[in-house]
């Protein structure tokens, strides 16, 4: 089995989707390289299932990951868990010109995957 190296970098926390009734989630923006391709400015979105406490993570990755879901929740809990005062919420120099929402925050991880 390969392996994919995964950088998450960027993380909007208040994104309302399309359904009926709309879903809050959390979009994960995040770079892989597989196989020798590079996909750049990928998008996973989180959702909390409120019912269970669980997660449900959405992706369109090029590639087989069956580990990726539990990476996108361990970004997601390390930009947002009780070191995100340690994060820049607003990039390295003032606010994001495309919203004031996203947290700036890398964490690298290499998972296997097939395809």
């Not at 997660?55 to 390390?78: D, G, H, M, N």
């Not at 700036?104 to 290499?110: K, L």
Request: aromatic share 12%; charged share 20%; proline share 5%.
């Amino acid at each position: 089995m390969s392996k994919a190296k995964f950088v998450f970098h960027g993380i909007f926390p208040d994104v309302v989707d399309a359904s009926t009734p709309p879903k809050q989630l959390t979009r994960v923006l995040f770079d892989v390289e597989f196989n020798q391709q590079f996909h750049s400015h990928l998008t996973a979105d989180i959702e909390l299932i409120k019912e269970d406490g669980e997660f449900e993570v959405r992706s369109e990755l090029p590639f087989t990951c069956k580990q990726f879901a539990a990476a996108a929740i361990q970004y997601y809990q390390y930009a947002l868990g009780p070191q995100a005062a340690q994060i820049s919420h607003s990039g390295p120099k003032g606010a994001s010109i495309a919203t004031n929402n996203v947290i700036r925050a890398q964490w690298q991880t290499e998972l296997d995957a097939e395809g």
